[in-house]
């Protein structure tokens, strides 16, 4: 592995502790779609148990600092210049129904910026990383961002309901995928799979991770306050597409 921190390290750890957890569990729900209850509170408890493995491992490490996970909400620790942000689920619904498009979303704030982050896609095995001014990779691979400009070449990712999100004279030209994981999402960006993301009103916790994946992959996000941790409009695209969704699509 390239060399990566030490807090780095406790991340990729965590995910992986917890992933073994979700993949079992995620073996389970194709057989719970036939029972009366249906599978949303296993679910629910898939989500609580990974993000419990996730925080024990975190503050075995580094007591001392804060978190925020969409779980539990915000625990501030002795030190709350450094914060875990946490997503033990990201692409819940996908999970539900047995599709196998999710993951783990774990960044690291620091003084008001985040400086570390992993989306770990445990079905596929692939675990993406970033921590600043050190690359961006996947299954220790450089990732960079795609060079694609001409928008009708590019492939955009969008969940949500986006129909909203750009102007309507440009939206039928546009090839979109919505996958149903805003991390996987940014990943992917990131990864040049896809040319850009874009959805309004995210939690913090959905894209914590991918905003530093992205930007040290070479690609731009949106500008946003890191103390909000609702309702963020995000943009993420390599640099010759940016300035040019702003301008001709993008309504945010």
């Not at 009366?36 to 996730?54: H, M, Q, R, S, Y």
């Not at 210049?81 to 129904?97: C, M, R, S």
């Not at 440009?170 to 995928?177: A, E, G």
């Amino acid at each position: 592995m390239n060399s990566i921190s030490a807090n780095l390290n406790i991340m990729i750890k965590a995910s992986e502790k917890a992933s073994k957890i979700l993949i079992r569990d995620f073996g389970e729900v194709e057989k719970l779609q036939v029972s009366v209850k249906g599978p949303a509170d296993f679910v629910t408890n898939a989500d609580k148990k990974a993000e419990k493995i996730i925080i024990n491992e975190l503050k075995k490490a580094r007591k001392n600092f804060s978190i925020l996970s969409e779980e539990s909400g915000s625990t501030e620790g002795k030190d709350n210049n450094n914060v875990w942000i946490i997503d033990p689920i990201d692409g819940t619904n996908n999970f539900l129904h047995g599709i196998p498009h999710f993951s783990i979303s774990i960044a690291l704030k620091s003084n008001n910026e985040i400086i570390s982050g992993v989306v770990y896609d445990p079905i596929k095995d692939e675990m993406f990383y970033a921590e600043k001014n050190n690359g961006a990779f996947v299954n220790n691979k450089r990732i960079r961002v795609s060079k694609r400009k001409n928008l009708d070449d590019c492939l955009f990712g969008c969940s949500g309901n986006y129909a909203e999100t750009f102007n309507k004279e440009i939206k039928n030209k546009l090839t979109i995928r919505s996958s149903g994981s805003a991390a996987l999402d940014m990943a992917y960006v990131a990864s040049g799979r896809y040319d850009a993301f874009f959805q309004k009103k995210l939690n913090l916790w959905d894209i914590a991770a991918g905003v530093i994946i992205v930007k040290e992959a070479g690609g731009q996000v949106s500008d946003f306050n890191f103390n909000e941790h609702n309702n963020i409009n995000m943009l993420a695209a390599n640099s010759s597409l940016n300035d040019k969704l702003i301008k001709n699509i993008i309504n945010f």
